[in-house]
């Protein structure tokens, strides 16, 4: 049987090594299976971090001190030397340490550490449940690093022209996703609520995760990043010019932020400046039917 699993998420690519106790076969279905690379090691590219996953009790680190307590959110990240450590925590009372991820300064290498779930066929570990909310901090902290940045936005692939759409919670990301699938097999939804840019020579590109909200879409496609949109409900559909300052604050709302480490905020800040005034943004107010569809493929023709 294989033992180690190989993921690749807008270019980033994490490789999974186990002993023992391996991941259940339906955690890879439906949202991490399009990621999982080819076994064949031709088709792979250098690995960017390696992960080696135990069934085990975490060490304790001597001398870990706070880096940035998210508590509410059920994790928190410490530090003892060279090394940093992601505890996240059961989100039902009384809140115990599930999952502590201990990892290398510059998040390249690491040990996570999972409880063992018993099954009729023997023992095993959950990806889903190792990946989300870890995943997503160790892919903040690898793009922090100069490459780009999570976002809480629906991305849209309409023709291989990226369209990104930044909302909060509750502005329409999973409705317009649902009106977009409805659409046609010209559109592919890369996610409904987690979206990665990136920026490399000289162009910006939008990227799916496995992450998706309750439209559960997902797609490991990357296109160009073309426009930007910022959602709100309104009486009709229209696109709605503001300064390019505004745009900037209700895109950098919207990031997934390393709030503990100077040089990925500042890398973050420059990168939604850029992105506001390198490509067309506009607020999109819309109604929840399928004529904001026909209204942005108008919009598409005009640009």
Request: hydrophobic share 45%; net charge neutral.
């Amino acid at each position: 049987m294989p033992d180690h699993l190989q993921l690749k998420i807008a270019g980033v690519r994490l490789e999974l090594h186990w002993k023992g106790a391996a991941p259940t076969e339906e955690c890879t279905w439906p949202f991490y299976q399009p990621f999982v690379e080819a076994a064949e090691a031709s088709s792979r590219g250098p690995v960017d971090t390696r992960l080696h996953v135990h069934c085990a009790e975490p060490p304790t680190l001597g001398g870990a001190r706070l880096v940035f307590d998210a508590r509410p959110n059920h994790w928190r990240l410490t530090s003892s030397g060279d090394r940093y450590a992601f505890e996240v925590f059961s989100t039902k009372p009384p809140h115990t340490r599930r999952q502590v991820a201990v990892m290398s300064s510059d998040f390249r290498a690491g040990d996570v550490y999972v409880p063992r779930q018993r099954r009729a066929a023997g023992s095993s570990w959950s990806l889903t449940r190792l990946m989300r909310p870890f995943g997503e901090l160790l892919m903040v902290n690898l793009l922090g690093q100069g490459h780009g940045a999570l976002l809480h936005a629906l991305g849209v692939s309409d023709r291989g022209r990226g369209l990104l759409f930044v909302g909060a919670s509750g502005a329409g990301k999973t409705t317009l996703s649902e009106l977009y699938r409805a659409h046609g097999d010209d559109v592919t939804i890369l996610s409904d609520e987690r979206v990665i840019v990136t920026r490399r020579a000289g162009q910006f590109w939008l990227s799916g995760t496995p992450w998706p909200g309750g439209g559960f879409m997902v797609s490991p496609d990357t296109v160009p990043l073309r426009e930007i949109f910022f959602l709100e409900h309104g009486p009709r559909n229209a696109m709605i010019a503001d300064t390019p300052l505004r745009l900037y604050a209700l895109l950098f709302q919207q990031m997934f932020l390393a709030f503990w480490n100077r040089e990925a905020l500042e890398w973050a800040m420059a990168l939604a400046d850029d992105l506001v005034r390198a490509l067309p943004a506009h607020r999109l107010s819309f109604v929840n039917d399928a004529s904001v569809i026909e209204f942005l493929d108008g919009h598409g023709a005009q640009a």
